[in-house]
């Protein structure tokens, strides 16, 4: 008698003769490949008469599993449910039970069931694959109501290399008091939760738990998760996280609604909102209430990882966040698409004294950058991160020097937003080069520790980015800021472009310093090379445009209304122009009601928009003009639903000349420091 070996298991007796080993390619079944895979990870008997080393090497492994497994799906269609009567795909869940049915309709009891497990009558475990990626073998649908059941994804990784499992969510109602109710434990490729449409599905876990990873999340898992379909899914995290994948996470569609203790949503490796060969986002929408964390989240912070990132192509995405940021990367935000709705903390309308709820933090929000009070000029900020879109970046060990990552790339996308902390603050550079922003905040707009680049340089174009900041501290802030295209309309209580920062220092948590190379002296730049930006500064010490190094304008069209409307003076810096057009007035932001247009060398209209009345000057480089009182008819509106009338093009009529040089501060100072 021939003996077989298997490996790590018992030694199991066999033919005696080994043509009995080599099956044929067309003998092979998902039977047969449910009762060997049984056999190497629980020891249960193998069929009678199954010729199972597919190899003739002796030994049963997962060689011949896969070989054999092979073989079952080059003799099935490829489209063919799976046939076998105990593989269950259906699971119904109720109060104490639950119901599984095979592709045929036919109930199967869970003793003999080939590809779940279930315990303590509702909780349910798969063991294998729905699909190996390539042939599909009947999703799992699953539906019913249970106030404590579980669906736990277990589906060994060795003996199924390439496989993905796929729940079909069709009007199931679950919950756990003492576990996540969905938790996928191993998978090789991902597990997909498809909502199914016209279906309403809610997962809700308990206030007091924590699972097998010690942790706690209405739907968790250790590997790859996807979502899709257009049904809607309801998920409350009552413990602590919504949704969280320790791998990669995919949000394709569905109406997904996350309601969180604290994270809503957080993939360790990142998050992907949008299928990114998609066309119509119009099925995607995902709806993060964060009661405690962050909205949206991707935490891994290895370097070089080319993790620890999101990114947004499309849909509809609305978060708010009571008690911390809307959207945060520890290392990159790309968002090339979408209608993006933030609100944090208590919105622009915080007018606190940075402590806040009488001095109670938030219980989940740690420490470290980003995340503590930064002591800036804004002495009504929030002493915890209520950022509407930040990244962290990648720091030392001991938190207090820069390393790397931490970018911001917006391509397009119409985003709204209203906190009480920066709108959008990066470790890295920050490039927006796309997207229609409407902005309003108690504190900065546009924050950048590095370079903030806004438009294309020499693309010549005034719509291709559309900023709208109706409320802000300072707008646009950086160490380097290249203004190259696009419309940029601000209201602010301070600065409204900032090179380097000055003494403001609301860079990077608790330490309330830039980065490395970044502090003390003289530094930082601004150049304006392009687009059309308006200013509004406050009255007081405030400047409209404020470079601790040299102001260059090369190209574009510029309203400097602030009681210092340019001001490079700190260090002896100057005001460089070599081309483009501004008009400055020491008016403040009062008063936005004056028309104004811009035209070129040729007397076209170029822009419209409104400011304040205070006696403008000119400055021109490439001939042209500016007047004001006019009228305009026709044109491009731009801003969206910016009240300061800002119009492309037209038909121009009546108005004044803006004549004279105006006044511009450029006072001495000391370096480092704003005047």
Not at 47 to 56: H, I, K, M, R
Not at 231 to 256: E, Q
Not at 297 to 304: E, K, P, Q
Not at 461 to 490: F, L, P
Request: charged letters at 20%; proline letters at 2%; aromatic letters at 6%.
């Amino acid at each position: 008698m021939k003996k077989m070996r298997k490996t790590g298991a018992a030694v199991i007796v066999l033919s005696a003769m080994a043509a009995a080993f080599a099956v044929q390619v067309s003998a092979a079944s998902l039977a047969d490949v449910s009762s060997l895979c049984k056999y190497l990870t629980e020891g249960a008997a193998l069929t009678e008469g199954l010729a199972a080393d597919e190899n003739g090497d002796g030994i049963l492994n997962a060689v011949d599993l896969t070989l054999m497994k092979r073989a079952a799906l080059e003799t099935a269609a490829p489209s063919e449910p799976a046939t076998d009567d105990s593989y269950v795909t259906q699971i119904t869940f109720a109060s104490g039970a639950v119901t599984l049915k095979n592709a045929s309709d036919q109930t199967v009891d869970a003793a003999n069931a080939s590809n779940v497990k279930v315990e303590n009558g509702t909780y349910v475990t798969i063991t294998q694959q729905t699909t190996d990626g390539t042939t599909n073998f009947g999703d799992i649908n699953i539906d019913g109501e249970c106030e404590n059941g579980q669906i736990k994804v277990d589906v060994d990784e060795n003996a199924y290399p390439k496989a993905q499992v796929t729940l079909n969510l069709r009007g199931l109602t679950l919950s756990n008091s003492k576990d996540s109710p969905i938790y996928v434990s191993q998978i090789a490729d991902e597990c997909v939760i498809a909502v199914k449409k016209d279906t309403v599905n809610t997962i809700s876990d308990g206030t007091e738990y924590t699972n097998a990873d010690n942790s706690a999340a209405a739907i968790y898992s250790l590997d790859d998760l996807k979502f899709k379909g257009k049904g809607t899914l309801i998920v409350n995290g009552n413990c602590k996280d919504g949704i969280v994948s320790k791998d990669d996470m995919k949000i394709w569609n569905g109406d997904i609604q996350v309601t969180a203790a604290d994270d809503g949503v957080r993939g360790k490796d990142s998050i992907r909102i949008g299928d990114p060969d998609a066309e119509d986002y119009s099925s995607l929408k995902l709806t993060v209430y964060s009661k405690g964390g962050d909205g949206i989240r991707s935490t891994n912070d290895t370097a070089d990882s080319g993790k620890g990132y999101i990114k947004i192509n499309g849909g509809t995405i609305d978060v708010k966040a009571d008690y911390g940021d809307g959207i945060q990367a520890e290392q990159e935000v790309i968002i090339a698409g979408g209608d993006i709705n933030i609100y944090t903390y208590q919105g622009s309308g915080y007018t606190g004294s940075g402590t806040a709820t009488g001095g109670q933090t938030n219980p989940w929000q740690g420490g470290g950058f980003g995340s503590g009070g930064m002591q800036d000029g804004n002495s009504n900020k929030t002493d915890i991160s209520a950022k509407a879109i930040k990244t962290v970046g990648i720091w030392d060990e001991a938190g207090t020097t820069y390393q790397s990552a931490g970018n911001i790339t917006f391509t397009g996308g119409n985003i709204t937003i209203d906190c009480s902390d920066d709108a959008i603050h990066c470790a890295g550079d920050m490039f927006v080069t796309g997207g229609v922003f409407n902005i309003a905040t108690a504190d900065d707009a546009f924050h950048s520790d590095h370079n903030l680049s806004i438009g294309t340089k020499g693309s010549g174009s005034y719509d291709d980015v559309q900023i709208y900041i109706s409320k802000c501290y300072e707008g646009i802030e950086a160490v380097y800021i290249n203004q190259n295209s696009g419309t940029v309309y601000i209201v602010s209580g301070d600065d409204g472009y900032n090179a380097a920062g000055g003494a403001d220092n609301s860079g990077n948590g608790n330490t309330g310093m830039f980065g490395p190379g970044q502090m003390g002296g003289s530094f930082g730049e601004l150049n304006l090379n392009g687009g059309f930006v308006v200013v509004n500064s406050a009255n007081g010490d405030h400047d409209a445009f404020d470079s601790n190094g040299n102001i260059n304008i090369t190209g574009g069209y510029y309203v400097c209304n602030g009681q210092e409307p340019l001001d490079c003076g700190d260090g002896g810096y100057t005001i460089n122009q070599t081309g483009g057009t501004y008009i400055k007035m020491t008016a403040g932001n009062t008063n936005l009601t004056q028309t104004y247009t811009f035209k070129d060398a040729s007397g076209n209209a170029v822009v419209t928009f409104k400011s304040a009345s205070g006696s403008p000057g000119i400055s021109s480089k490439d001939n042209s003009t500016c007047y004001s009182g006019t009228t305009v008819s026709g044109g491009t509106k731009l801003l969206g639903e910016c009240p300061y009338g800002v119009t492309l093009g037209g038909t121009v009529s009546g108005g004044t000349q803006v004549t004279g040089s105006g006044s511009s501060s450029t006072q001495p100072g000391q370096p480092g420091q704003r005047n």
